[in-house]
């Protein structure tokens, strides 16, 4: 797995913690052809660059999506329970017959 080549570079991990090294691999793998593509064949340089920028777009979505590290190394997601989404819903928890 390419993925697993990044492991020192500290926004891969965070990425790493969406998609695992599946989603490293297949970043690494993008990014390289799209730039391959976008240097090597005129025909391709609309196309690659269109694919270099939902690539971009994407991994944004993820990295903002990811949960971020404190400076303690614990994750700054909030945690989610059934009693804060009923109170933030306002759902009830009871089955009505």
Known sequence: ???SSQWQVAPALRLASVGGVWLLSFL???VNVAVAMLV???EFRIPALASLVAT???T???WVWSPARTS???S???SYSPASWTAATGA???RSS
């Open 92 to 94: 009830s928890t009871t």
């Open 56 to 58: 971009a777009a994407a």
């Open 72 to 74: 303690t190394g614990a």
């Open 40 to 42: 090597a064949v005129r």
């Open 1 to 3: 797995m390419l993925g």
């Open 60 to 62: 944004s979505a993820a």
């Open 28 to 30: 690494v793998v993008a």
């Open 76 to 78: 700054a997601s909030p």
